[in-house]
């Protein structure tokens, strides 16, 4: 398996699990109290919105040649180090 074909695996994986973890944040939510839904409305929305932006890297990254893969990839490390710790914070604030 080439370096390549193994990280763009790895990436989809944790996409997969950060999506759970989303949900299960959304899930928390609902049965939270009005003032912590407001609160967390917003930092939910943000982490969707890191989502999506992850997702489209993955793509371009899928599309890349090997000329534009480093480039790509830098910038794909920093989205997924936003998303990451945007969830860490999220699970932490949400209890």
Do not use: C, F, P
Request: proline fraction near 0%; charged fraction near 35%.
């Amino acid at each position: 398996m080439s370096i390549y074909t193994a990280t763009i695996e790895k990436m989809e994986a944790e996409l997969n699990v950060w999506d759970a973890q989303i949900k299960l944040l959304e899930a928390k939510l609902e049965n939270a109290g009005s003032d912590i839904k407001l609160q967390s409305a917003a930092e939910l929305n943000e982490l969707r919105a890191k989502q999506r932006a992850a997702t489209e890297k993955l793509k371009e990254m899928k599309k890349s040649t090997n000329e534009a893969w480093d480039q790509v990839k830098g910038t794909a490390d920093k989205i997924w180090d936003d998303l990451k710790s945007g969830i860490a914070k999220a699970h932490a604030s949400i209890k």
